[in-house]
Nanobody
Framework: QVQLVESGGGLVQAGGSLRLSCAAS????????MSWYRQAPGKQRELVAA???????YYADSVKGRFTISRDNAKNTVYLQMNSLKPEDTAVYYC??????????????WGQGTQVTVSS
């Protein structure tokens, strides 16, 4: 089994910054893409940013230029640096990882979520 543990959420004023971390542990052979999603109250979960094993990145238009995703492959950890935060960034943030537990078996795993609240 694989576990993803997130940290770094909290309450911040508009214009402030937060850094989220998500560490994968357990039966890991290799980790492919790692991603951050968010879900605001009453809204669908949306992809915020993703990073491939080789470092290629994707950002939702709403966070481009403000958020930066990065990863430490040696630690199986993904980060999300969030700057210039806006009240509309308020949501529960989830990390996700595409994990190979062996040469032949892969699955998608999710963290438990961390609350980010941006006050105006």
């Amino acid at each position: 089994q694989v576990q993803l543990v997130e940290s770094g959420g909290g309450l911040v004023q508009a214009g402030g910054s937060l850094r989220l971390s998500c560490a994968a542990s357990g039966s890991i052979f290799s980790v492919n893409a790692m991603s951050w999603y968010r879900q605001a109250p009453g809204k669908q979960r949306e992809l915020v940013a993703a990073i491939a094993n080789g470092g290629s990145t994707y950002y939702a238009d709403s966070v481009k230029g403000r958020f930066t995703i990065s990863r430490d492959n040696a630690k199986n950890t993904v980060y999300l640096q969030m700057n210039s935060l806006k009240p509309e960034d308020t949501a529960v943030y989830y990390c996700a990882a595409d994990v190979y537990e062996s040469t032949w078996y892969r699955d998608d795993y999710w963290g438990q979520g961390t609350q980010v609240t941006v006050s105006s």
